[in-house]
């Protein structure tokens, strides 16, 4: 690194709106509200306020799978947050997720209504309230629950870390993104050489680490994030491909990919999800708005 890159860090930190990169306008050092936005409440028990990210499809996607097995109580209204104009930071979401980050689940079906913040927790509460896709087997549901865990201790190594310092920030340097790649790289190999062994992450039963898991390191190999795949030489992760094209062929993963969504191809968003019909009418929908946009 040459001395016009170099940076000495001053003695306090100050707040520097103009910092650059995708997310600076929304990024703050602050928590709490900026404005009051009461959260909106549909018809079902359970309201999801989310964004069609690898954080939020974990969760669309798990009640999809739900909703698949016949748990009908897994219903849902998911209402998109717009993290790009702030949404987050309203009063209602706030109340939420006091951490102002997507996604964010209600329960109106207990007697108080129960909030649930980080994805993570989202799936364990929804996997323990419905009794599924979380062995019962005690060693098997430490092997889930630790995987479960893994993802939410490495993704920002592969978000927060690669994923910003190769795609979002303003300028590119060479030891940011060569110190996430190796960390990232080293993430992939662990998944490859577990699935070369495991259908699944916990052996040959679908669950909650795989719907963890997959919207991530899934998306690196199908190259739908950060257009990394080719750099990060994610095809030779043979098992790991197996595993992320076999979990994309399954029709939940398909309709839960698409709430919440609202970016790329017009087809593949479901702004809000409120009915399983609501995938019936979407394409439809879509292209009449488009062609009467044009």
């Known amino acids: 690194m040459n001395d016009a890159s170099a940076y000495t860090p001053p003695k306090v930190w100050t707040f520097d709106k103009e910092n650059g990169g995708r997310f600076a306008k929304i990024n703050r050092p602050t928590a709490g509200p900026t ?16 964004l069609g990210t690898p954080n939020g499809v974990k969760v669309t996607i798990l009640l999809e799978e739900l909703l ?25 979401f706030v109340d939420a ?17 129960t909030r649930v913040f980080e994805s993570g927790a989202i799936l364990l509460y929804l996997a323990e309230k419905f009794g599924a896709l979380l062995p019962s087997d005690p060693g098997k549901r430490a092997e889930c629950l630790s995987w479960l865990f893994w993802q939410m201790g490495s993704s920002p190594y592969l978000g927060g870390g ?3 310092f190769y795609a979002y920030a303003p300028e590119k340097f060479e030891y940011p993104i ?7 790289k080293r993430q992939l190999d662990v998944l490859d050489r577990h699935l070369a062994d495991n259908e699944y992450m916990c052996g040959n039963e679908y669950t909650i680490a795989d719907i963890s898991i997959w919207p991530w390191y ?5 190259n739908r994030v950060y257009e990394a795949a080719e750099f990060l030489d994610a095809g030779s992760y043979e098992h790991l491909g197996r595993w992320t094209r076999a979990i994309g062929e ?15 191809p017009l087809e593949g968003q479901l ?11 979407k394409t439809q929908d879509k292209i009449e708005a488009a062609g009467g946009a044009e």
Do not use: C
């Open 35 to 50: 404005h009051d936005q009461e959260l909106p409440i549909g018809k079902h028990p359970i309201q999801l306020y989310s």
């Open 68 to 92: 698949a097995l016949g748990h009908a109580g897994a219903e849902y209204d998911a209402w998109l947050i717009q993290i790009g104009k702030g949404d987050q930071f309203g009063s209602g």
């Open 271 to 281: 702004h809000e999800r409120h009915d399983a019909a609501d995938f019936e009418t």
């Open 250 to 264: 399954r029709a939940a993963v398909k309709r839960g990919r698409m709430v919440n969504k609202a970016s790329g």
């Open 218 to 222: 899934g998306a690196v190999v199908l």
């Open 178 to 184: 060569n110190r996430y790649a190796m960390e990232v």
């Open 97 to 113: 997720n006091p951490n102002s980050k997507i996604p964010a689940l209600m329960d109106h079906g207990t007697p108080t209504p």
């Open 162 to 164: 690669f994923g910003h």
